[in-house]
Nanobody
Framework: QVQLVESGGGLVQAGGSLRLSCAASGSRFSFGYMAWYRQAPGKQRELVAA???????NYADSVKGRFTISRDNAKNTMYLQMNSLKPEDTAVYYC???????????WGQGTQVTVSS
């Protein structure tokens, strides 16, 4: 059974940092596209950052220069380093991944990030 498990969320003051992790398990196929989304109360889920299996990345304009997405393919783990956090970054952060070959998508359960002003 394929699972994605996020960790690293929490409460931090504005200007602080957090590092999220997303560990994938249970798959005999490698993962290609992986991404972080977030959803704030009353808002739609939005793309934060994405990374391909080759390491190409893209970011939402709102996080460029503050967040860095990375991955360790050997560990099937993706990371999101979040610096200079702002109260508007407060949301539940979800990771998603698409398996190569079978091209199916999986989502994690989400981790809460709260930034206090």
């Amino acid at each position: 059974q394929v699972q994605l498990v996020e960790s690293g969320g929490g409460l931090v003051q504005a200007g602080g940092s957090l590092r999220l992790s997303c560990a994938a398990s249970g798959s005999r196929f490698s993962f290609g596209y992986m991404a972080w989304y977030r959803q704030a109360p009353g808002k739609q889920r939005e793309l934060v950052a994405a990374i391909t299996s080759g390491g190409s990345t893209n970011y939402a304009d709102s996080v460029k220069g503050r967040f860095t997405i990375s991955r360790d393919n050997a560990k099937n783990t993706m990371y999101l380093q979040m610096n200079s956090l702002k109260p508007e970054d407060t949301a539940v952060y979800y990771c998603t991944a698409r398996r190569l070959i079978v091209r199916d998508d999986y989502w994690g359960q989400g981790t809460q990030v709260t930034v206090s002003s």
